[in-house]
């Protein structure tokens, strides 16, 4: 799923996106939402998506949700 909304081009590696989607136990809509804030954050650095702007997005999605990052991610995404 998280490679369907991330398309080509990103900066993550397959681990990391493995990962993220075991760890994080989002729907195709919140994962959609949270790539689109990484899309947000890489488009401010100029950048293509990397891990630091997928932290930035499941920590926005997490926030709406009103939970807190599963302690799978917590320690071990960039801080964002």
Do not use: C, F
């Amino acid at each position: 799923m998280w490679l369907a909304h991330l398309g080509e081009g990103h900066q993550v590696n397959d681990s990391d996106l493995v990962r993220v989607a075991i760890a994080g136990d989002l729907t195709g809509g919140q994962i959609r939402n949270a790539v689109l804030s990484a899309a947000v954050s890489a488009q401010g650095r100029g950048g293509r998506i990397a891990l630091s702007d997928i932290a930035v997005g499941l920590k926005s999605e997490y926030r709406k949700l009103g939970r807190q990052l599963p302690d799978e991610l917590r320690g071990s995404l960039p801080q964002g």
